[in-house]
């Protein structure tokens, strides 16, 4: 007698895929839909997780592409306290699929929201990208002139890179129910007022994701049709949320709606990919150790289980492991460059 799970390979099976496998290594969990040559120039945006993918592919040799590099390389910590060579671009932590969209559209048209230069102390901040200066601005003058000439960055950006990969993070946003525009963080956390008559959570459900990624899609492939995309999901639960939920069953509905229009996105279309690295670092066969003692950070070992899986399945094997490891310490995620973190720091 035969059926269809008679003669399926090991990884088709719990116990010998997951139970009873390397939690670190295991076999056949990503098999990528194309490939990344030599000839690659790769993108990078999205949460924070995805500071780690960008530096293991650095460390690979790979052409990651850096469109707004700091004007001195001499103190790169410094550089990196004011956002350069985080990503491709200096956005900053990009968390939501509509945050992305929004920031495509504005690098076309080349708009800039005057609502969106908050002040604090006599200083001002690029509510789309808070956090790039920390002490703020000189004047609207300058903060309007360095986000016009990012977005015309991030327009060079998009259409030399062949690959653009997005790390997804949070389905929860503010909106200006003014201009109907998006932003990172609620006004008032870095700079700015909050106004409750003005400014509301935004929590995108599964259909505005799914919608948002075909909209990228598409606007990227206005003016570079070969652009690929690989999609991945941050493993990093919630810092805090607004919804009025418990954070726990708040980050679950976050995470499976990402995870589910991701999923659907990449097996609708032939030039998008998903790399399971909430998958990994969630692994329960991992029995917790991916994780640092606050259940949220991951820890050095997760981020390698991560970066070497999408490494050695596009043949980069060279640069995995410590030699492209993303911290000093076991900490791994002290060396991120992260906003969503003031939420807990502000905190009253």
């Not at 504005?106 to 200083?123: F, K, N």
């Not at 589910?260 to 150790?289: C, K, L, M, Q």
Request: proline share 6%; glycine share 8%.
């Amino acid at each position: 007698m035969t059926h269809p799970y008679a003669d399926l390979p090991p990884q088709a099976f719990w116990r010998s895929g997951v139970a009873d496998a390397d939690p670190a290594a295991l076999d056949g969990i990503y098999q990528p839909a194309f490939p990344l040559g030599d000839d690659a120039r790769i993108a990078t945006a999205g949460s924070c997780f995805a500071q780690h993918i960008s530096r293991a592919l650095q460390g690979a040799g790979m052409q990651v592409l850096d469109v707004e590099p700091a004007p001195n390389t001499e103190a790169p910590e410094l550089a990196r306290s004011f956002n350069y060579g985080v990503y491709s671009a200096r956005y900053g932590n990009i968390y939501t699929t509509r945050q992305l969209l929004q920031l495509l559209q504005d690098s076309e048209t080349g708009h800039v929201e005057l609502a969106e230069i908050w002040q604090r102390d006599g200083r001002f901040f690029d509510a789309q990208r808070p956090n790039i200066e920390p002490v703020g601005f000189v004047s609207v003058d300058e903060a309007i002139l360095l986000r016009q000439a990012h977005l015309a960055a991030v327009q060079r950006l998009f259409r030399m890179a062949t690959h653009l990969i997005f790390t997804l993070g949070l389905v929860e946003c503010w909106f200006d129910q003014e201009t109907g525009r998006v932003m990172p963080l609620a006004p008032g956390v870095v700079a700015g007022e909050y106004d409750p008559g003005r400014y509301s959570l935004r929590r995108l459900g599964f259909a505005e994701v799914l919608h948002d990624l075909q909209q990228m899609r598409q606007h990227l492939h206005r003016h570079n049709p070969s652009l690929r995309l690989i999609l991945t999901v941050s493993p990093v639960p919630l810092t805090a949320t607004a919804t009025g939920q418990h954070v726990l069953p708040a980050t679950t509905n976050a995470k499976a709606i990402l995870r589910a229009a991701a999923g659907e996105f990449a097996d609708s279309h032939e030039d998008v990919d998903y790399f399971p690295s909430y998958e990994i670092v969630t692994n329960p066969a991992a029995r917790g150790r991916f994780y640092m003692p606050n259940s949220r950070d991951v820890t050095q070992q997760g981020v390698d289980a991560v970066t070497t899986t999408f490494l050695r399945a596009h043949g980069l094997t060279g640069g995995a492991g410590p030699a492209v490891a993303t911290a000093t310490s076991d900490d791994a995620a002290t060396d991120l460059v992260c906003e969503e973190i003031l939420l807990e720091a502000h905190r009253k």
